[in-house]
């Protein structure tokens, strides 16, 4: 690949004993087998790592190709170049843009991958794709992982051949859509953070997207969120990784939702039905979570709950083992994929006439005003007497907050105004009302566990004790909206 061009490619986890089928379900073509070895760099700081780039100089075929690569995700900026002697080349233009002189002398390696590499290129649908199926192992100091992947490289043509390929090659053996490339496993094992629980990130906006790039870097970024926090669950049980996978699928269900002038599409619908069913197989897990965390945190030497405690703990295991098998099964692995393809390749990127264009092509920053507008009012109007309202019109209002806060932290970085203070005061409002709503869940959730005798005593106590707090976290939650209509709208110019 040239320098400065997009890599486009789908990278598939899959166990070893199923690589050989994928290989052999493939087009045919001549297939290449050759062993490479990566050598990874970064600052003692992780400037690169901050920075979403990687720098990589890999051995193999009598050849030392130095590559950087800028961004996450379906497609990447990527700059590589041929390389003698044993060191990095620093006057690679890209090399110099990212890192400042004294910065790039301070690069060294940090990590290497060793990996068996067969691939083939051929055209499937009028496109040429290069299939490579690596296995080796990622090694950081001590620390190393295997390494058994599938990928899919768009080498010219339109993708969406790719993702019918991919398809097909789904059925002949389990491949998780994954987001990671060798760098984040590998500066994971420096960290320790591979494998765990993934947070929310925010997602790389700016001036210059229009609203249809500004809604595919979003749904981007929830995409890699909750691909990863798959690859958690089907390893082992987390309490943190159901609950950012739930959080990753809110995300981008709001996102569908705040741009749903500009998606629109036959293939939507399905979309949002197969996210929603996502979200319901983690629901209980969540709900039981904090039901016990609450339980555990209250300040009560009166109520004795170890009668409901090893009740719930069941209940517990087996909506977390419903949540875990949602992830490990075909119906995850479509969904993924899937809504990676409408995201990248769907109809509502060229469907309709001149008002559908005009929309899409609106400027990102215009967009994000009116849906911010938008969504302000909207809970203006739900929460404009949290006071009077009952359980189910405070809830309505905390999914009204979420809404807005969701596209305040999104929407943030298109607008030169400071929304520190407004996020702040969005985010207060809906802890106070996610707490109301906590209280509201228990008495569902005990009613739901079908207690009896002592368990049930004391389920009753426990809900009585949040029934109290309620007065409590009702005026917590006025304040909090009281504060947040006198914070200035950062997307007002």
């Known amino acids: 690949m040239s320098a400065g061009e997009d890599e486009i490619e789908l990278k598939f986890l899959c166990e070893p004993a199923d690589l050989a089928a994928v ?28 920075a979403r780039i990687s720098l990589r100089i890999r051995e193999g075929g009598g050849k030392r190709v130095q590559t950087l690569k800028r961004g996450d995700g379906f497609a990447r900026e990527e700059h590589e170049q041929t390389v003698s002697g044993d060191g990095l080349d620093l006057s690679l233009p890209a090399l110099q843009d990212a890192l400042s002189p004294a910065k790039r002398k301070t690069l060294s390696p940090i990590f290497t991958v060793r990996v068996v590499r067969r691939q083939r290129t051929f055209e499937f649908g009028g496109t040429s794709i290069e299939l490579a199926v690596d296995e080796g192992v990622v090694q950081a100091g001590e620390r190393s992982r295997r390494i058994s992947e599938v990928e899919l490289e768009l080498k010219g043509g339109d993708c969406t051949p790719m993702f019918e390929l991919a398809r097909q090659l789904s059925r002949t053996a389990p491949l998780y859509l994954s987001f990671d490339g060798k760098a984040t496993q590998g500066q994971g094992l420096i960290d320790g953070s591979d494998r765990s629980p993934r947070h929310h990130d925010k997602a790389p906006l700016a001036r210059g997207l229009t609203a249809a790039g500004a809604f ?8 890699v969120q909750i691909a990863a926090n798959g690859v958690v669950l089907r390893e082992a049980d987390s309490v943190e990784a159901v609950h950012q996978l739930r959080v990753a699928v809110r995300r981008l269900r ?13 293939h939507a619908e399905s979309i949002k039905a197969e996210l929603k069913w996502l979200a319901g197989a983690c629901d209980e897990a969540r709900d039981l979570d904090v039901f016990a965390e609450g339980a555990a945190a209250l300040d009560d030497a009166t109520l004795d709950l170890a009668p409901l405690a090893p009740i719930v703990e069941v209940a517990r295991a087996r909506a977390h083992a419903k949540a875990c098998a949602a992830v490990a099964s075909g119906r995850f692995r479509d969904l993924v994929l899937d809504t990676t393809a409408w995201v990248e390749t769907g109809a509502w990127l060229t469907i309709g006439g001149k008002a559908s264009a005009k929309r899409r092509d609106m400027p990102a920053e215009k967009f994000a005003a009116k849906a911010l507008e938008r969504r302000r009012k909207a ?33 943030a970085p298109l607008f030169d105004k400071d929304s520190k203070g407004f996020i702040r005061a969005v985010k207060n409002l809906q802890e106070e009302l996610g707490a109301l709503n906590d209280a509201a869940v228990a008495a569902e959730l005990v009613e739901r566990l079908r207690l009896k005798g002592a368990a049930l005593a004391a389920a009753r106590r426990l809900v009585a004790a949040r029934e109290a707090a309620k007065p409590k976290s009702v005026k917590g939650a006025v304040k909090a909206m009281t504060q947040l209509a006198a914070a200035p709208p950062f997307w007002i110019i």
């Open 23 to 50: 290989l052999a379900a493939a087009p045919p073509g001549e297939t290449q087998e050759k062993a490479l070895v990566s050598t990874y760099y970064d600052t003692p700081q992780g400037d690169l790592r901050k």
């Open 216 to 223: 595919q870097a979003i749904a981007r970024n929830t995409l």
């Open 254 to 266: 709001s996102a569908i939702s705040t741009f749903n002038s500009v998606t629109d599409d036959d």
């Open 379 to 411: 809970l203006m109007k739900l929460a404009g007497d949290l006071k009077g309202a009952d359980d189910t019109g405070r809830h309505d209002a905390r999914i009204a907050a979420k809404k807005l806060r969701y596209s305040a932290e999104a929407f």
